[in-house]
């Protein structure tokens, strides 16, 4: 399945909004979000959806789903892997055509973005 990692995502959705709705109305949108919820950033002990590091789940009516993530720095150590580990974990679905998967540090990250499950695990609640 092609993965696009190009973090010049932002340069190519110029002039759409940086976050755009998510396909929440598809069938494979709730298995989509489930297999996000598998990926885990490994300095943090919660998964990379309830981190809010994904953005956009985008599904087509062909089954291709484009992903649009973050990182919780520009710096992190596993950049260049983390959305692999996300096109891997989303291509293993039944029915799932292709996953591209960019990252956009716009907008930046914030502890605002996580969910209050995962506000709750790190302690912040």
């Known amino acids: ?8 995502t932002a340069d190519r959705l110029e002039g759409a909004p940086l976050i755009a ?5 598809h069938p494979l949108h ?11 950033d490994p300095e943090i002990p919660v ?3 309830d981190l809010g ?6 599904i087509d009516p062909e089954n291709a789903v ?3 993530m973050t990182l919780t720095a520009p710096g992190c150590p596993v950049a260049g892997e983390m959305p692999g580990w996300v096109a891997d974990a989303v291509s293993a679905l039944p029915g799932v055509k292709t996953v ?11 502890m605002e973005m996580m969910s209050d499950e995962a506000r709750l695990e790190l302690g912040f609640m």
């Open 1 to 8: 399945m092609p993965v696009d990692t190009n973090a010049q």
């Open 53 to 58: 590091l994904i953005y956009t789940i985008d």
């Open 21 to 25: 709705p998510s396909t929440t109305d």
């Open 47 to 49: 998964n990379i959806f």
């Open 66 to 68: 484009k992903v649009i």
């Open 100 to 110: 591209d998967v960019d990252l956009t540090f716009e907008p930046p990250w914030g």
């Open 30 to 40: 709730e298995g989509v979000v489930d297999a996000c919820r598998s990926v885990f």
